[in-house]
């Protein structure tokens, strides 16, 4: 039986439209702040060890439907949440350790297409109605990716 996840930010994601030209720092704050809010919705919900393969679906209830470039290419601030840190290969002595994913929270292992199949949908809603919902379902070996 697969593990079924699912959770609700408060507000649509921001589109790449709206977030493109803004400095390190702003860009910074814009990823930390969606990370605060994933872990705020969803943290109770983290798997003990993250999903192997994953069936991940977000759906970007807004007034407007963006085109379909924009809304997926926005969808990664999302994704980028639900991955797991990894420490990446220092390749000088002495050199500070970087990690991979560093504002993932470990509900999938990596977003690499071996691990992930990802589905991402605009709705049309109500200005009342403007929210996020994230579900990630484990693939099981028997499941065929798709």
């Not at 809304?71 to 002595?93: H, I, M, Q, Y």
């Not at 970087?98 to 292992?109: A, D």
């Not at 403007?130 to 070996?141: M, N, S």
Request: glycine share 4%; charged share 25%.
């Amino acid at each position: 039986m697969s593990k079924v996840i699912s959770f609700t930010l408060p507000a649509p994601y921001p589109l790449v439209n709206r977030t493109t030209g803004y400095s390190h720092f702003t860009a910074m704050k814009q990823k930390n702040q969606m990370q605060r809010e994933v872990a705020a919705a969803a943290y109770h919900l983290r798997p003990a060890t993250p999903l192997q393969r994953a069936h991940v679906l977000i759906e970007r209830h807004s007034v407007g439907t963006p085109d379909t470039d924009n809304l997926w290419g926005s969808a990664k601030r999302v994704l980028d949440c639900l991955t797991t840190p990894a420490p990446l290969v220092v390749r000088k002595p002495g050199s500070r350790q970087r990690m991979k994913n560093k504002r993932g929270l470990g509900f999938i292992v990596d977003d690499s297409p071996k691990h992930l199949v990802l589905n991402v949908k605009a709705v049309k809603c109500r200005l009342c109605e403007q929210k996020t919902v994230v579900t990630i379902t484990e693939l099981v070996d028997d499941e065929v990716m798709a």
